[in-house]
């Protein structure tokens, strides 16, 4: 046997605890979390709510668990044979040495397309506003009618049915039944809700269905059925499932209900707390009716102590209009004093404001002299500046010109020709004197 090496005798030796801590964060760390599916086998449930389980399939199986705190949002129970998906972390158990997944999630096997078709359908409708506050429309507060769309055949109408009666059964009931599960189903759900909102005979609708898994609750899921409770001009309640179903129809309702049941006492004033509230409000009204008349009778006590005989009421009037008679003469006095001051004031202002009219006579008729030489002398002044510009103009007259023995010729389309080149033989021209005009032609031209 040859003796080992030094780089052997120079290597670590690691514990095994060490050893699978160093594998479980390997692995932790190279693989990320991702979906496995398998057939459950082996679950147990221990005492501390964890589940412990394998994954299989035709050629290999995995050891799972799944922690209280994950498995607790679960609305159904694992068992043995279920075909599933799990979203899992691989990971090592240390004090075993066993590979596991620690699963994060768990759905049935099939779900995952259904739940994007869900996921993609719930985003359009979102941003389209379907899901908006502001188009909910208000529910009655107290319906003399209610609609009921389901199957017959359910029992959510039969509960549906049993909580009306119960809580108030003067209240009218109307039923569209309808196909709530199958090929087909969504089209008749929305015809049977198109059909209650165009006979408008109910004041608000209950759609409603009883639990089941996702395939079976997925014809409230579908487009139609969305876009006919969103046109529905009639408050609608949507009671599908149990209270961790959710579905499209659900958001797009004006009020969601957990259970169909619910959803019989969303709509339906209970007659019971009406009558009990009643009857407060008619204690209330006694004791205000009670409160008031006390009130008015301690009044009508007060306005008897203060009664008096009509003579001395009678009496204390006339001293009353006496006194009142005294202050409006002193009153009357003291403002007519008042006036006549500022009359006597307002007269010494006056007096001494007062024009001289002589004065003003004198220098209104010294103004109109002046004003009357000026007007003389500028039209002196501008009648020989007229003469002057009349002289200077008859110089520049044309017709004085002619006058002297000249002519002025023109063309026939009335243009002067100042030279013989703007002339052509046997061309028609106009000569004008002084004393009028001729006509001649032009023969020769030199």
């Known amino acids: 046997m040859l003796p080992p090496s030094s780089t052997a005798r120079d290597m670590p030796v690691l514990p095994v605890s060490e050893l699978n801590q160093r594998v479980r964060e390997l692995l932790e760390s190279s693989v990320p979390l991702l979906w496995v599916s398998g057939e459950i086998s082996n679950f147990t449930r221990a005492t501390s709510g964890h589940w412990y389980f394998s994954l299989k399939d035709a050629k290999a199986q995995v050891r799972c668990v799944m922690f209280r705190h ?10 043995n044979g279920m075909q599933v998906e799990a979203r899992v972390l691989v990971t090592l158990y240390e004090a075993r040495g066993d590979y596991q997944l620690n699963i994060e999630a768990l759905r049935r096997a099939g779900l995952g397309a259904l739940y994007e078709r869900f996921e993609r359908l719930k985003a359009v409708l979102a941003a389209e506003g379907l899901f908006d506050e502001a188009r909910k429309k208000p529910l009655p507060f107290f319906p003399h009618t209610i609609g009921v769309i389901t199957s017959t055949a359910g029992a959510a109408l039969h509960d549906v049915l049993t909580t009306l009666r119960r809580r108030n059964p003067n209240i009218e009931i109307v039923v569209y039944p309808t196909p709530v599960q199958g090929e087909g189903a ?7 809700i198109r059909t209650a909102g165009t006979r408008a005979e109910c004041d608000v609708l209950i759609l409603c269905r009883g639990g089941g898994s996702i395939e079976d609750l997925w014809q409230f899921n579908e487009e139609v059925v969305a876009r006919a409770i969103d046109a529905c001009p009639i408050p609608l309640v949507c009671g599908v499932g149990h209270e961790t179903d959710f579905t499209i129809a659900d958001f797009v309702a004006d009020r969601r209900a957990p259970t169909p049941t619910a959803g019989a006492e969303l709509v339906s004033p209970d007659r019971i707390e009406l009558l009990r509230h009643l009857h ?4 209330h009204l006694r004791r205000l009716a009670k409160n008031e008349l006390e009130t008015r009778m301690q009044r009508v006590d007060h306005l008897a102590r ?3 005989h009509p003579g001395e009421r009678l009496i204390r009037q006339r001293e009353h209009i006496v006194r009142m008679d005294k202050q409006l003469m002193r009153a009357l006095q003291a403002q007519l004093q008042g006036y006549q001051w500022r009359i006597d004031r307002l007269n010494i202002r006056m007096n001494g404001g007062r024009p001289d009219l002589a004065e003003l006579n004198k220098r209104q008729l010294a103004y109109r002299q ?7 002398r500028m039209l002196e002044k501008t009648d020989s500046k007229l003469s002057s510009l009349k002289s200077h103009l008859s110089h520049l007259n044309p017709d004085a010109v002619l006058d002297r023995g000249y002519s002025i010729v023109t063309k026939r389309d009335g243009g002067i020709v100042r030279s013989t080149d703007q002339l052509a033989i046997d061309e028609d021209v106009t000569m004008r004197f002084s004393n009028g005009q001729a006509t001649g032609r032009v023969t020769e031209k030199s």
């Open 70 to 79: 994950k498995g607790q949002y679960l609305d159904w129970m694992p068992e």
């Open 186 to 192: 969504a089209e008749k759900i929305a015809g049977a």
């Open 280 to 283: 407060a409000v008619r204690m």
């Open 306 to 308: 203060r009664l008096v």
């Open 370 to 376: 002046r004003l009357h030489l000026a007007m003389r």
